[in-house]
């Protein structure tokens, strides 16, 4: 979604680079280009000027004047301004002292409440709650059905007394939900109201009918991302008609300018709780305004994806393939395969790369990346046996075509497979080596610097093998190197030190591509 607004501040911030000392002039001219980008963004004109004067009154303080690197500075400034539109420090959910706890969605038709309804309740569910989904939406035709059907897939109890499409009271059905979350100890209740496709008394009305007669713990107002501008004036009015304690975004993902995002926070002086990133249901996850920010400014998000790392791989496994290594025993393709599928539940491959600092440059690329060669991967180790997964030396030119044939691929493509599974297998070695694990030897290495002599007696120096390059597991579609001029300014990568996901460096983007000759059958 910020896309535009990234590229934007990464230009301002590039032009800075190499500058000794910031000049007054050089300071409005960087807060004149701010405050374009932002309005281009579609950010509140009031949020840009209050930004733009904070920006202004601190870059000329004695911190950037004094600093051996005024621009790293600016960002600095500009980064922690940005967490305070943001909103500053994450809030939780304020959970009531004698349960059920009642959280209330409002906002209008078409804002995402009732797929949102679903994920909290699954996210609620995860967090060791028993929610209950109440159906108070009986206007919208099949919002009732719908919020059914989200509710199975989540695997949690709706309430849903009336058919809905116009049939039924919702303030009754809200009512009587609590009596019913009591009786069957469900300890979060979450209703589902009515929108209209623009404010109107009606709404509002029915709106504040049903927080009165249930006096809801939170009131969370589900604002659509991508509608920029009228975010402001729908945010008011539901403050003031309804009253509300947080806000949700929906729609996080779309190609909108994200005006809505850095608007909302300031104009309803309400936190943003969560904040949703795609049509699944697990596609839902707390808002970190400083998460956010960082993303703004293309130093990526790597806390959200060692966090999505955490959850995709379970402890069981952890463990398991710790004592394996940890044993000196070999890394097979079960235990490659076990780990693709759990960075598939990860969500897609150019998403988890976008969390990765500086790959905002590289947003094209990463947007050409191909989910299906992973399927690809794994559709080639299916079709081995459990034999051939253990020992993979075994796979001669029979069993190769076998492969291919069984798993809708080409001789090359398991040639490849093979031949990169084989270089993760020797990393993995050298992993156990290097950090003293028995069955695993530490190989004396040399700098790949140091001089030495050929055979003619000349003094050659040699390289360092695979040098510049991504590594070797990215799916095709990535370039070959890191964004040009490394990280952004102000980036500090120890930050983000103890978060490494054993991840085996196995090419995908080999698979369809040229053949290699040295691994025919």
Not at 62 to 89: C, D, Y
Not at 233 to 254: C, M, N, P, Y
Not at 290 to 299: D, H, T, V
Not at 367 to 380: R, W
Request: aromatic content about 4%; glycine content about 12%; hydrophobic content about 40%.
């Amino acid at each position: 979604m910020f896309d535009s607004l990234s590229e934007r501040l990464s230009g301002i911030f590039q032009s800075l680079r190499g500058k000794g000392r910031l000049s007054d002039a050089d300071i409005n001219a960087t807060a004149r280009e701010i405050r374009m980008a932002l309005l281009e963004a579609d950010v509140a004109l009031p949020v840009v000027k209050s930004f733009i004067h904070n920006i202004k009154e601190r870059c000329r303080g004695v911190v950037v004047s004094k600093a051996l690197n005024p621009a790293q500075q600016v960002i600095k400034i500009v980064n922690e301004e940005l967490v305070t539109i943001l909103g500053g420090e994450t809030r939780r959910l304020q959970f009531a002292k004698n349960p059920p706890t009642v959280i209330m969605l409002a906002g209008l038709q078409g804002a995402g409440k009732t797929t949102l309804a679903g994920k909290l309740a699954k996210w609620l569910a995860g967090q060791n709650h028993q929610p209950l989904l109440v159906a108070a939406d009986l206007q919208r035709p099949n919002a009732v059905q719908q919020l059914q059907v989200l509710g199975e897939r989540a695997g949690v109890e709706v309430y849903a007394p009336e058919p809905g499409s116009g049939v039924g009271d919702p303030v009754k059905v809200a009512k009587e939900s609590l009596a019913h979350a009591t009786r069957h100890a469900r300890d979060i209740v979450i209703i589902d109201t009515a929108g209209r496709l623009g404010i109107d008394a009606e709404m509002m009305a029915q709106a504040a009918a049903i927080r009165d007669a249930t006096n809801p713990d939170e009131t969370l107002f589900v604002i659509d991302a991508m509608i920029g501008q009228d975010a402001v004036a729908t945010a008011e009015a539901f403050r003031d008609g309804v009253g509300i304690t947080g806000v949700v975004l929906s729609k996080l993902d779309g190609d909108a300018r994200g005006g809505a995002a850095l608007s909302v926070r300031q104009v309803t002086g309400q936190p943003i709780m969560f904040a949703s990133i795609g049509e699944k249901l697990e596609d839902f996850d707390v808002f970190y305004p400083e998460r956010m920010a960082s993303r703004i400014l293309g130093m990526g998000d790597m806390l959200t994806l060692i966090e999505q790392a955490e959850s995709a791989f379970e402890d069981e496994q952890k463990q398991r393939m710790t004592s394996k290594l940890m044993g000196g025993e070999s890394f097979s393709l079960e235990d490659f395969l076990e780990q693709l599928q759990a960075i598939r539940k990860m969500g897609p491959i150019g998403n988890l790369l976008g969390m990765m600092p500086g790959m905002n440059q590289m947003k094209d690329q990463i947007a050409d990346i191909d989910d299906k060669h992973l399927d690809k991967v794994a559709a080639v180790i299916r079709s081995m046996t459990p034999q051939e997964r253990e020992d993979p030396k075994i796979i001669k030119g029979s069993r190769r075509i076998r492969i291919a044939n069984g798993s809708g691929t080409t001789v090359n493509d398991v040639n490849q497979l093979l031949t990169r599974f084989g270089e993760a297998q020797k990393m993995m070695k050298q992993m156990g080596g290097m950090m003293g694990l028995p069955g695993g030897r530490r190989k004396a290495t040399k700098s790949p610097n140091i001089k030495r002599k050929g055979k003619k007696g000349k003094v050659t120096k040699k390289r360092a093998r695979g040098g510049g390059g991504m590594p070797a597991g990215m799916p095709p579609g990535l370039p070959g190197g890191m964004p040009q001029g490394g990280m952004p300014e102000g980036f500090d990568p120890s930050a983000f030190t103890g978060g490494n996901m054993n991840v085996p460096d196995v090419d995908f983007g080999a698979l369809g591509g040229k053949k290699d000759k040295k691994n025919k059958p």
